[in-house]
């Protein structure tokens, strides 16, 4: 069996969704402590078993490998806010690091050596040329970055030591919700360019605040890589069936390689939803590359994998999200937009 650290947050519940779609006669297994993430996005089938427990539990943790006879670990639970990693150090430390290692130490004990790991884009720092290949310098310029880097390392180490397997995915900027409505993005709170705009479109935010428009880009906003949620679900199945076939370790950016800016977004919500977008502009923010986008060549040549959604189909996709229930626990969204566009 697989277990998925954090399966109840926005990444981690589209993978499992995906997973279980492609394997009708599997279960899986999530380990998830609910500091975020939602139990609405792990409760709509029976075939997902849901532990709650922090991953850093190293006892918890190898009862629980051991229960469920588990294989391969899909490693998505972490802390994943850059503006609070930078305030709180500590947290982002001790929970991207630390627990990770426990986590691992857990499986060392239970002889379980595949990861897919969560990685980011964040790992790069600025950009010293685009597209950001894997060879790309890795120069975070967060905490939040640095610790997902320390991840990749150790998972490199691990792997020359121990012989452990892994795939290391470095996403861009994921976005857009499931087709079925029953699981979507509902980060508390909210710092991704998409929802936010969708809020305010509904009116349930203030304008959206644009963080600098003097960039050296064709409308001078900043420019990112979005990603469909189903396509890096998907890019997750192909990795681990990659390090079962492929011992040792290996890295992939996911990413579309076709950027869009701030103004390029908030144009296809308006298209999309059919509603005037209140919109201000403030001034730039410190530690805003002015573009990231991926080369993910090397993902499409080794894991046979393409993405499927184009910026329209992601905007709409998060569009039915946003006016469908949603996660009827959640809290009512915080009345500022302040998108942070790592
Ligand atoms: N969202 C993005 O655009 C993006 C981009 C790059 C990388 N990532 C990485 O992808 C992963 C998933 O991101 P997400 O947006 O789904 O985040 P999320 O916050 O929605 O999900 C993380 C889940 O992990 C759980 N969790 C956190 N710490 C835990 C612990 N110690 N023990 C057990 N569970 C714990 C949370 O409760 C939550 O359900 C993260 O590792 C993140 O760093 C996300």
Redesign the pocket.
């Given at each position: 069996m697989i277990l998925v650290?954090?399966g109840?947050?926005?990444?981690?519940s589209h993978f499992i969704k995906k997973y279980l779609d492609a394997y009708p006669n599997e279960t899986v297994v999530t380990?998830?402590?609910?500091?975020?993430?939602h139990r609405e996005a792990v409760s709509y089938s029976s075939r997902i078993h849901v532990e709650q427990?922090?991953?850093?539990n190293i006892e918890a943790m190898v009862a629980l490998l051991k229960h469920y006879s588990v294989r391969t670990v899909v490693h998505?639970?972490?802390?994943?806010y850059v503006g609070e990693s930078q305030q709180n150090p500590a947290k982002y430390f001790q929970?991207n690091c630390v627990?990770t290692l426990n986590l691992f130490e857990a499986m060392a004990r239970c002889d379980v050596r595949e990861v897919v790991f969560?990685?980011?884009?964040a790992t790069y720092g600025n950009p010293q040329y685009l597209p950001m290949d894997e060879v790309h310098p890795q120069l975070p310029i967060n905490v939040y970055g640095s610790t997902?880097l320390m991840t990749e390392q150790a998972l490199r180490a691990y792997s020359i030591a121990q012989g452990w397997s892994y795939v290391a995915l470095r996403?861009f900027?994921?976005s857009g919700a499931d087709e079925s409505g029953l699981i979507g993005e509902l980060?508390e709170p909210e710092t991704?360019l998409i929802p936010l705009v969708l809020q305010a479109a509904q009116g349930k935010r203030n304008a959206i605040q644009i963080y600098g428009n003097d960039y050296d880009t064709p409308d001078g906003t900043c420019i990112r890589d979005y990603i469909h949620v189903n396509d890096l679900a998907r890019a997750h199945i192909s990795a681990i069936d990659y390090l079962r076939q492929h011992p040792g370790g290996e890295v992939f950016n996911l990413g579309t390689t076709t950027g869009s800016s701030v103004l390029e977004v908030i144009d296809v919500c308006e298209q999309v939803t059919g509603l005037t977008i209140p919109r201000a502009f403030a001034p730039r923010r410190p530690g805003d590359p002015p573009v990231l986008v991926a080369n993910a060549d090397k993902a499409e040549r080794l894991l046979g994998w393409k993405t499927a959604y184009d910026l329209p189909q992601i905007v709409q996709s998060a569009w039915r999200w946003e006016q469908g229930a949603r996660y009827p626990s959640s809290k009512t969204a915080s009345a500022t937009g302040s998108p942070r566009q790592i």
């Open positions: 650290t954090g109840a947050g926005y990444i981690g380990v998830d402590d609910f500091s975020e993430g427990a922090n991953m850093g998505f639970a972490a802390s994943c929970n627990h969560s990685s980011t884009c997902k996403y900027n994921a980060h991704h």
